[in-house]
């Protein structure tokens, strides 16, 4: 028995390496901020595809992959601003402001390509007038971003007199062109806002901006005492969503071939809404754009799935606000565990 125990003793080290070089890369995978998000993604697609006819097609996806051109794109903005423990609630009004700028001026026989530069070039200064008075004044995110959302939404409806503007022009609609092959349509604008995730990745984990990002939000006075200079990347934070608000207004052109000064009213919570349910932390320093895709095509499956199974839409509502609580709760108990 003696014998036993000695050669037990003596062999499970080495089994523990074994199983850790077998299985650490799934304990890696578990310990990952998206892996939760992704799992409800799944879960929600099986049970979508088993409860529906239609969820599977291929025209479904693509539908599905549209729907989160421009919201996915606004939750690009919301999610930099948000790493920085900072909120946006003008983003969708910004946008707004961007497709109106665009619309008109061309409607005035004036060319596309520089309303639209006009209209990006007018988006980024709201970003930066938001990150001036946050940075430099340090007033608070949502006191600022709240009043930025009625003066550009009362911007917007001024400039346009209240009535919406169609789109005509090619290079308008170009990002709700694209190509059609199995019953699915991938749009230009699909692509771009692919590139667009792919870009911000790149820029938050592997450039020294990025990891100064995280730094403020993890720890603002921690990271000005290594010498980051927290007030101008935060000014950067914002100006860098104002611009991709921009774009952002050039996939609404593309997508909803009307620029109307009373739309996208939600945009604000909805992108909240896709950035929490992604991994992002409220508090900041935690989270990334990979969550926030899947975040948002969690919402944009759980619509769409809800809508197939004929489900009520004010359900609909009520189970977002389910799972954003949820998502909160999961940060905020995260937050405490490793404070503790």
């Given at each position: 028995m003696?014998?036993?125990?000695g050669?037990?003793?003596?062999a ?31 879960g ?6 088993l ?14 992959a549209q ?21 946006d609630?003008?983003n969708?009004?910004?946008?707004v402001?961007?497709?109106?700028i665009?619309?008109r001026?061309?409607?005035e026989?004036?060319?596309a390509?520089?309303a639209?530069?006009?209209a ?8 930066f ?5 946050i940075?430099?004044?340090r007033?608070p ?5 709240l ?17 919406s ?6 290079l308008?609609?170009?990002t ?14 699909i ?10 990745w ?16 993890n ?13 101008r ?6 100006l860098?969503a ?6 952002g207004?050039?996939l609404a052109?593309?997508r ?9 009213q ?8 896709a ?39 004010l ?5 977002t606000?389910?799972l ?9 108990l ?5 404070m503790?």
């Open positions: 003696l014998g036993l125990k050669l037990n003793r003596s499970s080290p080495a089994a523990g390496v074994t199983l850790r070089r077998r299985f650490g890369w799934l304990s890696g995978a578990l310990a990952t901020q998206t892996f939760g998000p992704l799992l409800v993604l799944l929600f697609g099986l049970v979508f595809s409860t529906t006819s239609t969820f599977l097609a291929a025209g479904n996806f693509s539908i599905i729907q989160c051109v421009i919201e996915g794109t606004l939750a690009v903005g919301q999610t930099v601003v948000m790493l920085t423990a900072g909120i609630l003008a969708g009004a910004i946008t402001l961007g497709t109106i665009a619309a001026l061309v409607s026989n004036y060319a390509l520089p639209l530069l006009l990006a070039a007018a988006c980024t200064a709201a970003g007038a938001s990150g001036a008075l940075s430099r004044l007033l995110p949502f006191i600022v971003t009043g930025m959302l009625g003066i550009v939404t009362a911007a917007a409806r001024l400039y346009s007199g209240g009535q503007f169609p789109v005509t022009d090619p308008l609609g170009w709700g062109n694209g190509l059609s092959f199995g019953g699915a349509t991938i749009t230009n604008g692509v771009l806002v692919l590139v667009l995730y792919a870009v911000v790149y820029m938050l984990t592997q450039t020294g901006w990025g990891r100064h990002v995280y730094a403020i939000g720890n603002r006075e921690a990271a000005r005492l290594v010498g980051i200079k927290v007030g990347t935060v000014l950067s934070v914002y860098l104002g611009f991709l608000y921009g774009i207004a050039w052109l593309g909803i071939p009307n620029a109307d000064p009373n739309a996208l939600t945009a604000n919570l909805d992108t909240i809404t950035v929490v349910i992604g991994g992002t932390s409220l508090f900041g320093g935690r989270g990334g754009v990979v969550g926030t895709l899947i975040g948002t095509l969690i919402v944009a499956v759980l619509r769409n799935g809800l809508t197939l199974m004929e489900i009520d839409p359900w609909q509502d009520m189970v606000g389910v954003v609580i949820l998502a909160v709760a999961t940060d905020q995260s937050r405490e565990a490793r503790s």
